[in-house]
């Protein structure tokens, strides 16, 4: 389960995922959605 620990202020934008990197650092990456397909690498 998750715990809330503090308030820090960060401002969010939409279709960003936020998280806690290994360095305790705040970060974002872009989160996938349904409608959009990955590009297939070629060999």
């Known amino acids: ?3 809330k620990v503090m ?3 960060v401002k969010k934008q939409a279709g ?3 998280f ?3 360095q305790g650092d705040i970060s974002r990456a ?3 959605r349904g409608g959009e397909k990955k590009k297939k690498k070629r060999r």
Do not use: F, H, Q
């Open 16 to 18: 960003y995922l936020y």
């Open 1 to 3: 389960m998750a715990e």
């Open 30 to 32: 872009k989160m996938a």
């Open 20 to 22: 806690i990197d290994k």
């Open 7 to 9: 308030k820090c202020g």
